[in-house]
């Protein structure tokens, strides 16, 4: 199992950006899929999670009206579009499977496969 995170970088607060994540080594279409976050000195924080069809989504509180989250089966990638970006969105950006899905976890052991991590920085 692989997966393979890119698109972060630095933007300004109200920017946008797209996050991908390249998933192999397993039947990707078969899984729920979340993206996950870690900001500098903080503990992980679930974003985002989308079932395997890609037709259902659930968002945190905090990113929800501002992130879509979706998935591309045919090409085994998930993506996370980021609008409105702010300096609070900062950390780390994971894609992660879970081993239960919608479960909306924080916790590393609730997923069984993650990403190296793609850095997002919002600042002037």
């Known amino acids: 199992v692989q997966l393979v995170e890119s698109g972060g970088g630095l933007v300004q607060p109200g920017g946008s950006l797209r996050l991908s994540c390249a998933a192999s080594?397993?039947?990707?279409?078969?899984?729920?899929m979340n993206w996950v976050r870690q900001a500098p000195g903080k503990g992980l924080e679930w974003v985002s999670e989308?079932?395997?069809?890609?037709?259902?989504?659930v968002y945190a509180d905090s990113v929800k009206g501002r992130f879509t989250i979706s998935r591309d089966n045919a090409k085994n990638t998930l993506y996370l579009q980021m609008n409105s970006l702010k300096p609070e969105d900062t950390a780390l950006y994971y894609c992660?499977?879970?081993?239960?899905?919608?479960?909306?976890?924080?916790?590393?052991?609730?997923?069984?496969?993650w990403g190296q991590g793609t850095q997002v920085t919002v600042s002037s």
């Open positions: 080594g397993f039947t990707f279409s078969r899984y729920h």
């Open positions: 989308i079932n395997s069809a890609g037709d259902s989504t």
């Open positions: 992660a499977r879970p081993l239960k899905n919608y479960s909306y976890s924080s916790a590393p052991n609730e997923y069984d496969a």
